[in-house]
């Protein structure tokens, strides 16, 4: 009876209080001390973010991104060597069809200095061997489960209140707020197998279960909670998302309204939780009409008065669907996303894609890749208008390579946005781009916005630091390239426009486009795995009468397809439209061919489009030549990233965006590289700022 009253007496406790005569600290002495813990380090990371903001300006000023003084030195050689360890991880292991990746050792160990704390909090000064402490370990550990809540919900916001203080948009910060909620799951579980503890030594859980309000209020909220956390693992995330975000939101609020009814005392955390999320939403739903009401924004010919994105959705080779509004009233920068919706087509879902142009364009573009979903949906219903015969294929690719017009859909959409950050390129030296198919809609619009800036400061305008661009691409198959064929050369021949303009080469522009069948990029891949194309026409047109084709007319097709496709530029030598190679090549050392290409030398081992074609040699000092190569295989991004981080001048920063298989083997580079030249450590190399886009969050 006894621990029943102790129990049923949450309220009438002393919990405020530094406990009993031991000095044993009250409960919500602790709740305070870590919420003092997580005020510090938020404090601490919104500190960097004012000094990288202050860095910004100081190198613009000065057009220079190498480090003077002694306080710049000493912070570039803190951040090297965060970066350094931070982004670490070891290699991927492969157990069959199963990939191991270890987590980086980063990300490790902010997840483990939080659960130490969380830790230390629930058993400080408390012998958990001691029985008659495990009532107030129970105790301790339910108001540290609680005082967690508040920083779930302050991390899962897209509207995000830490991101705007630290620098960091939402999605960077998606898999912290995941891992607290995992350690809150665990404080919760110290705090009801401790109370199971006690009272299993005189048999009284059944009891307690079926008789106190308190515990059986209790132990539904754990449940809720171990559901909800059970429920937001990655397989079952990308399994049905939309379900697990409606899932995920009703949960929340079943677990609240449990926690509202199990306490009697802190009510305030809830209440803050409440109000963080609704501060979320009425956020987001207002900046999603300031992006698509009309009326809110001067008026423009062509635009509806009420509604202003209207998109018009364009199949492209590979599965693709080219989505563009014209004049948006919304506002972004390079390197930003928003969620696009359409209800016509994809019915009460919203997915977040990487916006693909420059404001300076006037349209918003988005290239989506058709995997399931929503996404192959949106493909579905733009592809509608090949269904015709086979003979007009060619025809229709052809117009929209070349921009000519072609067969498109217009719709209403909404949009919601814009979110992403990332920090300001002007200010490094170099900047190194490495996309792996659509991954390139991440990084073709920040390498067109430096060039932009290039372009400002040659009329008068404030220009930037960066002075070398290296923009890798690849890509499965060569008819890919019309997804930014243009943009590529019109940025080549903008390039050339300022080093005539400026009488000297100054600014350098180096773009490779690799082709291989490889669609993960892995590391792993055989060097010397060599395949027929898994492309083709029937990839490229997904209606159903193609199932039909003949193998002869496929060949013919996707022979006139892919002539055609390539009509600007002269396309031969290593690359041929009959082979993949998935080997790992050096495009300045003679690559080995393909086994089905004949042999070539190392002069002729790339493609390159002519000079009538606007992509002409650099003649400078920083860089033997400037052309877009068409390479078959894997590049090695090593060799690539060290060639520019040799000839940098001050701090460089390289750019990834693409599948999982990129993504590993450029930040196992970059750190090697750091590593290997001693970045800031008194050998005279730059640092280098890294940043990974990927396809999820």
């Not at 550990?141 to 991390?155: D, E, K, T, Y």
């Not at 705007?164 to 910060?173: D, F, P, Q, V, W």
């Not at 019915?347 to 404001?359: K, M, R, T, V």
């Not at 390539?566 to 090549?585: F, L, M, P, Q, R």
Request: glycine share 8%; aromatic share 10%; hydrophobic share 40%.
């Amino acid at each position: 009876m006894v621990l029943e009253l102790r129990h049923d007496g949450h309220g009438g406790m002393d919990m405020g209080s530094m406990g009993t005569s031991s000095g044993v600290p009250g409960y919500f002495y602790m709740q305070k001390m870590y919420w003092a813990a997580i005020g510090a380090v938020i404090a601490f990371a919104a500190l960097i973010n004012l000094l990288d903001i202050i860095l910004l300006w100081q190198r613009q000023q000065s057009l220079n991104a190498r480090p003077k003084l002694f306080p710049a030195s000493l912070y570039a050689t803190l951040a090297a060597t965060t970066r350094e360890i931070y982004s670490a991880s070891l290699p991927t292991y492969h157990l069959g069809w199963l990939k191991l990746r270890s987590p980086l050792a980063g990300k490790v160990a902010v997840v483990l200095s939080y659960l130490i704390t969380v830790v230390v909090m629930c058993f400080y000064m408390y012998e958990t061997e001691d029985q008659w402490s495990w009532e107030n370990i129970a105790y301790r550990c339910g108001c540290i489960a609680q005082a967690q809540l508040p920083l779930v919900f302050l991390l899962a916001g897209k509207q995000n209140i830490i991101g705007y203080l630290t620098g960091m948009s939402y999605e960077r910060l998606n898999w912290l707020h995941r891992w607290v909620a995992r350690i809150l799951w665990l404080t919760a579980t110290f705090h009801l197998m401790f109370w199971f503890r006690s009272w299993a030594r005189y048999d009284y859980i059944k009891v307690k279960m079926s008789k106190d309000r308190l515990t059986q209020t209790g132990f539904a909220s754990w449940c809720i909670l171990t559901a909800l956390v059970a429920f937001s693992f990655a397989p079952i995330r990308r399994f049905n998302y939309e379900v697990f975000i409606i899932s995920h939101v009703v949960l929340f609020a079943g677990l609240l309204g449990a926690i509202y009814t199990h306490v009697t005392y802190g009510q305030t955390y809830i209440w803050f939780c409440v109000g963080i999320f609704f501060f979320d939403r009425v956020a987001r739903l207002a900046v999603t009409a300031f992006a698509n009401l009309s009326f809110l924004h001067r008026k423009s010919p062509g635009r509806h008065w009420l509604w202003a994105n209207r998109a018009t959705l364009t199949p492209l080779p590979g599965d693709v669907t080219r989505i563009t509004i014209d004049k948006p009233v919304l506002r972004w920068t390079p390197g930003q996303h928003v969620f696009l919706s359409c209800h016509t087509v994809v019915p009460l879902q919203s997915h977040p894609f990487s916006i693909a142009s420059l404001p300076s364009d006037d349209k918003l573009e988005f290239l989506v890749q058709a995997r399931r979903g929503g996404t192959k949906r949106f493909h579905r219903f733009a592809s509608r208008s090949l269904e015709r015969p086979d003979s007009r294929r060619s025809l229709f690719y052809r117009r929209v390579a070349n921009n000519d017009g072609g067969l498109s859909h217009q719709k209403l959409v909404g949009v919601e946005g814009p979110y992403g950050k990332i920090r300001p390129l002007r200010q490094f030296d170099s900047v190194i781009f490495l996309a792996g198919s659509t991954g390139a809609t991440f990084t073709v619009p920040l390498m067109r916005d430096i060039i932009e800036r290039w372009k400002a400061h040659v009329s008068g305008s404030s220009g930037s630091v960066t002075k070398t661009i290296r923009f890798v691409w690849v890509i499965k198959a060569r008819d890919r390239l019309c997804w930014f064929q243009d943009q590529l050369e019109k940025a080549i021949s903008d390039v050339v426009e300022i080093q005539r303009t400026q009488g000297h080469s100054q600014k350098q522009l180096d773009i490779s486009i690799y082709v291989t069948c490889d669609e993960e990029l892995d590391a792993s891949n055989p060097d010397d795995r060599c395949e027929p194309p898994k492309h083709g026409i029937a990839e490229m047109n997904p209606s159903a009468d193609s199932q039909n084709e003949s193998k002869s007319q496929q060949l013919v097709d996707e022979k006139i397809e892919l002539q055609s496709l390539t009509s600007k530029a002269d396309i031969s030598g290593h690359v041929s439209s009959g082979c993949c190679c998935k080997a790992e090549v050096n495009e300045d050392g003679g690559p080995k061919p393909c086994c089905c290409v004949r042999p070539t030398s190392s002069n002729d081992s790339m493609s390159s489009f002519d000079e009538k074609d606007g992509i002409v040699p650099a003649t400078g000092t920083r860089s033997a030549s400037t052309k877009l190569r068409l390479v078959s295989g894997r590049p090695k991004t090593r060799n690539i990233m060290r060639k520019v981080l040799e000839e940098a001048e001050g701090e460089s920063a390289v750019v990834v965006c693409g599948p999982q298989g990129l993504q590993d083997d450029v930040r196992r580079g970059v750190v090697a590289l750091s590593d290997e030249r001693g970045v800031h450590k008194g050998t005279g190399a730059q640092g280098i700022y890294l940043h990974v886009e990927g396809f999820s969050y």
